[in-house]
DNA sequence: CAACATATAGCGATATATCGCAGAACCTTT
DNA sequence: AAAGGTTCTGCGATATATCGCTATATGTTG
């Protein structure tokens, strides 16, 4: 499935859009900079995107930020697919005639065509694609959770604690980054 | 100075936007979801970044984009004003007649009238707003540093652990956090 | 059938813009 | 002068869109 059209080609042309890209420094802390959103996160399989969109707006209209809101909901935040995927997709389904756009204030909001109808009925008994991700090793939740609620701690040390605080914290976190590497080295 | 004008009350209009924002879930890890970004880091003082922008927009033309990351690099990523900062700042200066968009491309750059270099040479004697959060408590430097390694681990483990390992790593981690919460406790 | 080459989907980063909320600064009153 | 309320600024979240890199999956060849 799925592996027929491309029409145009999409982004295929370079166009030489002369921006220098520099982007090198990158700030000391890390955390929210380079993805430690979530690690579980697999990346999802080649067409995934489409065909979950495409069983969300059957069930509801949606517009894309919402699409990757829904699908990141579902799939137990495991799945958060990009922006850069989904509003690509919901381009490509457009052209195709699949879903149309309407407008709405500041929105986009998407529905099926009914092309897009029929093309989730051929789909319809395979399972839905948030839910193969979803159905991960539930021991990862726990070690989640547990680095959650450690970093809740980080920040409150970070943000309420004195400087004699920090220092002891300092060490704390030390100790256990060794101990974490220590765990990594045993194979 | 800076504290006159608001010709307009810019978007002091609520407009009705019937918009639901619902917003309840919330991925169960967070981290890169609410703001733990920089712990370290202070809320602006007021005008900050009016001057700052000016300020920066004196040395070479820039994007909204390229002044959030210059800003952030300048100030050793302790202040990185958002997105929801600066481009209404830009559109307010450029309101004021103080600076200038040119479309070039995809990106707007902005850069100083002489109304605007005038301004940047009334504030020329004070130092840069940068410098001033830039220059802050120092034993925040090592808390940082050792959470960010820290938070390296954990990723590391997260992403390419086995399930004893991860298992292992979680009591580490859930220790860690209990020794936190003791340091906190102690006034 | 395995190793390699190729195509392409997904993603992070880049880029811009607006809204509602939280909090700091300011002003007024007691 | 302290207490209180008001105002306005800065910020996170919301929302959309594109580019180039990477990893995956498919197809081809030995």
Redesign the pocket.
Known sequence: MH?SH?DDG??R?????G?P???AHTFPFGMA???FGAFG?Q????????DAVLRLLSEQPM????II?ELSARSGGT???????V?????LLADEGLIIAEETG????FSLTEAGVAAVAATADQPAPWAEVAAGDPSIAGYREAAGKLMHAVFQLGKNGSADQRAAATEVLADARKKLYAILAED
């Not at 509003?87 to 381009?91: D, E, G, S």
């Open positions: 592996g491309n999409r982004c042309n370079p166009h030489a859009h921006a890209h520099g982007h900079a380079h993805g996160a990346r999802a399989r080649r067409g995934d995107i489409r517009h894309g930020y919402q809101q799945w958060s697919p990009s922006a850069g995927s509003y690509p997709t919901l381009q500041g929105k986009k909001v």
